[in-house]
């Protein structure tokens, strides 16, 4: 058999996202011979499109912020919420080896990272919750260090509108700006950093596709190949253990031995339109995801041909989404907790608390939809006060293109009576919504869904209104209304994993050699979302859990 390997190596890992470049760097750090191999002709998979945020419970830079947390309210914190869908032991495994991931990322140079500022967990009152601290983002990366690599990052649009480049806390302290001037002192160096990228070439990068950049600059400086347009074709494996893959590249096939191990993080199948049929049901579409284009189930199917069990493949990691006509879905996340505007279904009525964290939100619009009147799409209803104030889908506070008007991705009109016409809103139910809310708006208090009672919910909402942060009337004309479709950041489900990240079988046991991580492997935190990068630092964790594992410097499992 040995004769028959086009390569071999110790460690491959399939897929460059967070999770796949962690696990190689932290495979190569533990002396393992590891090579990526990448199915796009790009790498950074769907973390580049990504916010970036990582999720580390206990991480070190609370402690040096002074901010408290212990292992104890982390795993009670997901134990609470995530229940018995995900065995205790791989929750505990997350809390112990996600800050040990972290610090090894740091300590070595791979990566650098800030707290985001304030961020709460997404149920932050609940037994073990956070009200900041646990969520970390990347810092911004100057691209031009990544040198001939630069130009094979995967690229979305700009998070913030007008292209500029930042960090979530500083994207979010100039949202802020137009309410309160006083926020722009503190995000200053936006404004530099980014006239010197037009004026230099600099290509400074934020968020996600700073995340992946850092990261693939490690793997660069550590001599680790990164192999893209590399497809995996089949998992090979030999007396019930994984002993290599066949992988595609540029049409010829390559056998390639992998010594310790195989790790599959190649993303979700969130864009393959029979997967999404099979598992959500016949009216799933594809359109309204931002995930990777190439994440189409490749490697979970692969797995799954050889025996694995797959788990969770019923849901996603879901976010209300725009869609701008000629441009990718365009998520919805901290725009909904601002004061003056609210969501409602085809018959003008409200179904949720608009400021609910988004995974939440989009589940609450599936559920509102089946009882009726129809919600998918749902309807973003806001006033010229809220137009005025803060940045929404692209565009800039008071700036409304006339495109998008033309276009009808958002409609105005100067009465409610008139905007429910265009946009086949039933008009009595919309305009007793409205006065409804108004009258909490104005006193502070939403009796239907408790907006702005969460610090969730208040770390979205603008300070400066009071009562509540996150309520005010929609009282000024024009109004507004855009559609609201239930998009998802990537598919939950995938092959299912230990606590140590080894792929399983329905009946429990390991399929030796095989490790899973990311959106390939079922959630690590089951049907619950735990904060900002509750995906992207579970995946990571179980990348680095993976490498360690296969360097023989964790112990088996029970």
Not at 50 to 74: E, F, H, K
Not at 308 to 315: C, I, K, N, Q, S
Not at 331 to 342: C, H, S, W, Y
């Amino acid at each position: 058999m040995a004769n028959n390997w086009d390569l071999e190596t110790d460690l491959v890992v399939v897929g460059s996202g967070a999770a796949g470049m962690t696990s190689a760097l932290t495979g190569s750090s533990a002396g393992l011979d590891t090579l990526v191999v990448e199915k796009a002709d790009v790498f950074g998979g769907t973390t580049a499109l990504s916010g970036g945020v990582i999720w580390v419970p206990t991480n070190s830079l609370m402690a040096s912020a002074n901010i408290a947390d212990s292992a104890d309210d982390a795993l009670t914190y997901l134990k609470h919420n995530v229940g018995n869908r995900v065995a205790e032991a791989k929750l505990a495994s997350l809390v112990e080896h996600a800050p040990k991931m972290l610090d090894l990322m740091l300590a070595k140079g791979f990566l650098e990272v800030a707290v985001f500022e304030g961020f709460p967990d997404y149920s932050p009152e609940a037994p073990g919750g956070a009200q900041g601290g646990r969520s970390v983002e990347p810092k911004v990366f100057p691209g031009r260090k990544l040198g001939a690599s630069l130009a094979q990052l995967r690229r979305r649009a700009a998070l913030a509108p007008g292209g500029l480049v930042g960090t979530m806390t500083e994207l979010r302290r100039l949202a802020a700006v137009r309410s309160n001037p006083v926020e722009l002192l503190k995000a200053w160096q936006v404004l530099p950093r980014n006239v010197w990228n037009r004026l230099s070439g600099a290509n400074h990068l934020a968020n996600g596709a700073a995340l992946v950049a850092w990261l693939r600059q490690a793997l660069d400086a550590q001599g680790i190949p990164l192999q893209l347009n590399t497809a995996l074709q089949e998992i090979i494996t030999e007396d019930d253990a994984v002993i290599g893959v066949i992988v595609e590249q540029r049409g010829a096939s390559q056998r390639i031995r992998a010594r310790k191990g195989i790790v599959i993080a190649a993303g979700g199948f969130e864009n393959n339109p029979e997967m999404r049929k099979r598992f959500f049901g016949p009216e799933s579409t594809s359109d309204y995801t931002s995930g990777s284009p190439q994440n189409t189930g490749d490697a979970i199917n692969a797995g799954m041909a050889i025996g694995a069990a797959v788990d969770l493949m019923d849901d996603a990691w879901w976010a209300p989404t725009f869609m701008p006509p000629g441009q990718g879905p365009q998520i919805v996340i901290f725009e909904r907790g601002k004061p003056g505007n609210i969501i409602v279904n085809a018959g003008g009525q409200r179904f949720a608390n608009e400021a609910d964290p988004y995974n939440e939100l989009v589940k609450q619009m599936q559920e509102a939809h089946k009882s009726g009147p129809s919600a998918l799409p749902s309807y973003f209803i806001f006033d010229a006060t809220y137009r005025d104030r803060y940045p929404l889908g692209g565009m800039l506070p008071g700036i409304t293109p006339k495109r998008h008007i033309d276009s009808g991705f958002v409609l105005r009109a100067e009465s409610l009576e008139a905007l429910a016409a265009q946009a086949g809103i039933d008009s009595d139910g919309l305009i007793k919504t409205v006065a409804r809310f108004n009258a909490m708006a104005r006193s502070g208090k939403d009796e239907d869904f408790h907006r702005g009672e969460s610090a969730f919910d208040r770390f979205s909402g603008d300070p400066n209104v009071t009562p509540n942060p996150c309520l005010g009337p929609l009282d000024t004309p024009p109004y507004y209304a855009m559609k609201l479709y239930p998009g998802d950041l990537g598919t939950k489900g995938g092959l299912l994993t230990n606590e140590h990240a080894q792929v399983v079988r329905a009946d429990g046991s390991v399929v030796q050699g095989l490790y899973a991580a990311g959106n390939s492997s079922a959630a690590v935190t089951g049907n619950f979302y735990p904060g900002a990068g509750g995906t992207i630092g579970p995946a990571m964790t179980y990348g680095y859990l993976a490498a360690l594992h296969a360097a023989g410097q964790l112990e088996a499992p029970a």
